[in-house]
């Protein structure tokens, strides 16, 4: 099944809301915080299952930021496994956020470890226990450097989740700059758009969406025009007041 239509079920059965997997142990009780540096991938891991059980049933999935686990090297690696491991278990769709994007051979790379169940080397195949159903990725390399995350989520009925109008102020100096053409943003919708084309669901969506801050309102509604069959994530909604 491909993942847009993967998505429109979970929604279907839960909401449109996606869980958001920021794991910051400053902003956390005493109960959850490591007592020890070696207990950061429990409780990142003991975090991580109370917020996916507490949004079981009202949540269609989570978005784990891999940041927040990478910053403790391999102890916040084998937790984001097992954490989405866990999103899978329950039911849940589960959104790898780390913005990749690079040149040709560097992004395929990159596809493989987020979007492929194995690894293949010669006759040895390697199983991909960290497995995403979608991921986030940076367009400004230009669409050959897309064209592999592409290829490799087709490949998986995987999603994928372009930038095209993030939430954070400075997004203006780049997405908000115009040309002949239109804002900047307003040509990645296009290029969303284009992308997607070809490869529609059941549900009459694309498996190429889009990454649009909830915050961005007015333009919110000016690129659904623009990506009509275009999922959208629009990260912002709640504390950041979208």
Known sequence: MQFSDQLNHAITQTSPIMLGIDPNFDRMPTFLKPVSSDDIESSLIRFCDLAMTAAEGKACGVKFQSAYFEQYAQQGLNALQAAMQLAKKKGLISLLDVKRGDIGQTSTAYANAYLAPEQVIGSLR????????????????????IDPFINIARRYQKGLFILVKTSNPGAAMVMGQANSSGYVYEQLAKMVHQLGTSHYGQSGYSDIGAVVGATAGQEARELRALMPRSILLLPGIGAQGG
Request: aromatic share 4%; net charge negative; charged share 10%.
């Open 126 to 145: 390697i199983p991909n226990p960290s497995v995403a159903d979608a991921l986030t990725i940076n367009p400004f390399m230009g669409p050959d450097s």
